[in-house]
């Protein structure tokens, strides 16, 4: 049992070695995990905004128009539901085409277009594709434009024209106190304008409205990127961020997590390993001792048992006093008698040297 026991401490102690070799190591490939100091340029993470509607049955596709002016956006319809977004920054024309696949069975179907609810009117581009054209002025004509064929079955192709998205990652930025946190935001039209806003309670608020100017500094690379950064952070600089860029037809924003961390936070899960490392050694090392200790005792016992059992066999018998009476006159049975006490008393004696001896 003692082999067991210390074969599976020495396990534990190897897996907590390795275990704490990761912790410390940390991820060299993560960008998205720190921000050491105001040099870095590494883009950190984002909550990305989804768009409002999905489905694990509907295919969705992102589509980008071929120019600024007149643009054609077409859907081959075979099976399933079939939905496109389109990103639409600044005012253009815009041609919607559903199309029956060459593999489609639906014969003659009924056509229907609507934009959210409501019906609008459309043409037939060719004997199996319908169209319709939509002038883009201003935001309240952005929206879902879906065409629905109806026959032996009804297929639906749906066009969602939005206001471009920015980008950015979904992990939170993570800092530390006197760091700098780097945020960039992205999109792939030209805003024309950026501004980055601090949650404060329930409202947005800009955020020169919330830091002094000397605490943080916006950088616009280009009219597709803004970068934030922030100085010297503190635990109060932890919180909710917004960047929203400017388009003709609106606005898009994108949402930031920041996490000021104390410099000993990293270490915590080390100091824990270590601390179990340390409790199973001295567990180890106290076994082997208690095992070697008790192991001797019980070798003690056994040969001061054997010793004892040896003395016992070897005790004289004392002969009885009748017996000597019968056989020997009073003088002699006086003299046997002293004899054996004498003999009683030099053996007791030499047994007890020699068990202070062996002792």
Request: net charge positive; proline share 4%.
């Amino acid at each position: 049992m003692p082999s067991t026991f210390s074969e599976w401490c020495l396990g534990r102690l190897l897996l907590l070695l390795l275990l704490g070799t990761s912790v410390s190591g940390g991820s060299p490939a993560d960008p998205a995990m720190t921000t050491q100091d105001s040099s870095q340029t590494q883009v950190n993470s984002v909550t990305k905004m989804q768009p409002g509607h999905e489905s694990s049955d509907i295919a969705t596709q992102e589509l980008k128009p071929a120019s600024k002016e007149d643009s054609e956006y077409e859907i081959v319809l075979s099976g399933a539901p079939v939905e496109k977004n389109i990103s639409v920054a600044s005012p253009t024309k815009v041609e919607l085409i559903c199309k029956l696949g060459e593999d489609s069975n639906l014969k003659n179907p009924q056509v229907t277009w609507k934009k959210g609810g409501e019906t609008i009117s459309h043409t037939t581009k060719t004997q199996n594709s319908w169209s319709i054209q939509v002038t883009i002025s201003e935001s309240s004509q952005l929206g879902s434009y879906t065409c629905i064929l109806k026959g032996e079955k009804e297929l639906s192709a749906t066009f969602h024209l939005h206001v471009p998205k920015t980008e950015g990652r979904e992990k939170p930025v993570i800092t530390y106190i006197g760091d700098t946190a780097v945020m960039v935001c992205k999109t792939e039209y030209n805003a024309k304008a950026w501004t980055w806003y601090m949650t404060n309670g329930t409202e947005l608020a800009p955020i020169n409205t919330i830091l002094p100017t000397d605490k943080f500094e916006i950088m616009r690379k280009s009219a597709k990127v803004s970068r934030l950064e922030i100085f010297k952070l503190t635990k109060k600089d932890r919180g909710v961020y917004w960047c929203e860029a400017v388009f003709d037809l609106g606005s898009s924003k994108s949402r930031f997590e920041l996490k000021v961390l104390s410099i000993s936070a990293p270490l915590k899960p080390f100091i824990a390993v270590v601390a179990e490392v340390a409790i199973l050694v001295t567990t180890i090392v106290l076994y082997e001792v208690y095992s070697k200790r008790k192991g001797k005792v019980n070798q003690k016992k056994t040969l001061l048992g054997d010793r004892s059992s040896s003395r016992q066999r070897s005790k004289p018998q004392k002969v009885s006093k009748s017996f000597l009476e019968r056989r020997f006159k009073p003088r002699e049975v006086e003299i046997i008698s002293k004899l054996q006490k004498m003999y009683a008393t030099m053996h007791f004696k030499h047994s007890l040297c020699f068990e202070v001896l062996y002792i």
